[in-house]
């Protein structure tokens, strides 16, 4: 199991273009580089864009997390919209998209969001179901 933050969200989802590197990738606020208005956030979006791309099949299971009001995050639909991209490729995909009561893009870094959600993502990484 593979997972992070931020960056480290970023580079784990970077692994599905070499199957068999991981059995599930955790990326909670995954993001590149950018911030706000920045030219550099247009280009994270692309960036993602050609990280799905590059996903190749593989019996991995994959859980993206994204947060309301995140500063790296812009186009949070289209985001969405990409990572669903990967569903007929991955053995699973869990999605948690801007769950209620955790904002900006530090979010996953909160206790409160390990204690409501990080069973369930143990649970999903192992096997278990695609919902929390």
Same mark, same amino acid.
């Given at each position: 199991?593979?997972?992070?933050?931020?960056?480290?969200?970023? !580079? #784990?989802?970077?692994?599905?273009?070499? %199957?068999?590197? #991981?059995? @599930?990738?955790?990326?909670?606020? /995954?993001? @590149?580089?950018?911030?706000?208005?920045?030219? !550099?956030? !247009?280009?994270?979006?692309? $960036?993602? &864009?050609?990280?799905? @791309?590059? #996903? &190749? %099949?593989?019996? =991995?299971? =994959?859980?993206?997390?994204?947060?309301?009001?995140?500063?790296?995050?812009?186009?949070?639909?289209? &985001?969405?919209?990409?990572?669903?991209?990967?569903?007929? *490729?991955?053995?699973? *995909? *869990?999605?948690?998209?801007?769950?209620?009561?955790?904002?900006?893009?530090? #979010?996953? !870094?909160?206790?409160?969001?390990?204690?409501?959600?990080?069973?369930?993502?143990? &649970?999903? @990484?192992?096997?278990? /179901? $695609?919902?929390?």
């Amino acid at each position: 199991i593979v997972g992070g933050q931020s960056r480290g969200a970023w !580079n #784990a989802l970077m692994m599905l273009a070499r %199957p068999g590197l #991981a059995d @599930a990738v955790i990326a909670v606020s /995954p993001a @590149a580089h950018g911030s706000g208005s920045s030219t !550099n956030l !247009n280009a994270q979006y692309d $960036d993602l &864009r050609a990280l799905v @791309a590059e #996903a &190749r %099949p593989a019996p =991995v299971r =994959v859980a993206f997390v994204q947060f309301k009001d995140d500063l790296f995050a812009g186009d949070l639909a289209g &985001r969405r919209a990409l990572i669903e991209r990967l569903r007929p *490729l991955v053995a699973g *995909l *869990l999605i948690l998209d801007q769950p209620p009561g955790f904002d900006g893009h530090g #979010a996953g !870094n909160k206790a409160a969001f390990a204690e409501q959600y990080g069973q369930c993502l143990l &649970r999903f @990484a192992l096997g278990g /179901p $695609d919902h929390c």
